[in-house]
């Protein structure tokens, strides 16, 4: 009897937590959920966030040196995503402009990258709108962590090939990164097969 009642009670926790845990997550689903089209990328997923308009993965490729992180963006107003588009482009583009050492300021110093981690930037626009995409790249050095923007012997641990990818109602970062033997043209392939999903 007491069972029985403690199952009663149960019942509606049991059925409440089922009902927080997600399905596992695949990088393409989350793509596809958020209007965006890949290739196969096989990748174990280890980590996941999301919040209303918003969703982050990060995963590893399982026996190589590989990681992936996957954030998206969704909003139904296209000024929303073409600001934060272009808010992400200065951002990333910000980390490798020399700035004067606040420490020195009387002097001429400057913090700069050291021009064999400069990153490569590049952008393509495909289509007409409604049905345009914007890509814009940037291949370059990361810290341990894999965070862009690493720039001297010191710092620099891994490369990085990160794809920002605006479509009318959404936006996809992607960042591929390995160790330094590695070469970031096995990334391609799979950033080539991002297409907005209209």
Do not use: W
């Not at 001297?152 to 996809?172: E, I, M, P, W």
């Amino acid at each position: 009897m007491q069972a029985k009642y403690l199952l009663l009670l149960m019942t509606p926790l049991l059925t409440h937590c089922q009902m927080l845990q997600p399905g596992p997550a695949t990088p393409e689903g989350a793509l596809k959920e958020y209007g965006v089209a890949s290739g196969p990328l096989n990748y174990q997923i280890e980590h996941t966030n999301s919040d209303s308009g918003f969703r982050m993965l990060e995963g590893f490729a399982p026996g190589t040196e590989s990681r992936l992180i996957v954030t998206l963006f969704k909003n139904k107003d296209e000024a929303v995503i073409s600001q934060k588009f272009e808010e992400k482009i200065v951002k990333y583009r910000s980390i490798f402009e020399g700035v004067r050492d606040p420490y020195f300021a009387i002097l001429t110093k400057q913090i700069k990258c050291e021009p064999q981690y400069l990153p490569k930037f590049a952008q393509k626009t495909t289509g007409e709108p409604p049905k345009q995409q914007i890509q814009f790249t940037i291949q370059g050095y990361g810290n341990e962590r894999s965070t862009l923007g690493a720039c001297d012997d010191s710092t620099v641990h891994r490369r990085v090939y990160l794809v920002l990818l605006k479509c009318r109602n959404s936006l996809a970062e992607v960042q591929f990164s390995t160790g330094l033997k590695q070469s970031l043209d096995q990334f391609k392939p799979a950033i080539d097969s991002l297409k907005c999903l209209f």
